[in-house]
């Protein structure tokens, strides 16, 4: 249940996309002299993905996953089950 849960929500951030306050955020951190850090409670991309560098994901991203294995995080575009434990080598146990 858990895995098709966020499974799901991974494949409705890759739907959404940066609306201007994103944009106008990342553009304060690339203007801005000095550093703009970014902290968000949300769990998607869309920062990312307007250009923001410097954020900072208080309760997770949904878009990386850990290896089972070795505990390695990387990009996850994949569809997860039980049996994967790296989303990064799509391999399964």
């Known amino acids: 249940m858990v895995y098709r849960f966020y499974n799901m929500r991974r494949s409705k951030i890759r739907d959404a996309a940066p609306n201007a306050a994103h944009f106008a955020l ?7 002299p ?5 902290a968000t409670q949300n769990i998607d991309d869309l920062h990312e993905r307007a250009g923001s560098r410097r954020v900072i994901h208080m309760h997770g991203e949904a878009m990386k996953a ?4 070795c505990a390695a995080v990387s990009p996850c575009e994949v569809t997860l089950d039980e049996t994967t434990f790296s989303p990064a080598l799509r391999t399964t146990l």
Not at 34 to 38: A, D, E, N, W, Y
Request: overall charge positive.
């Open 26 to 32: 990342a553009r304060l951190e690339r203007d801005f």
């Open 34 to 38: 000095g550093t703009v850090s970014l």
């Open 66 to 69: 850990s290896c089972l294995k």
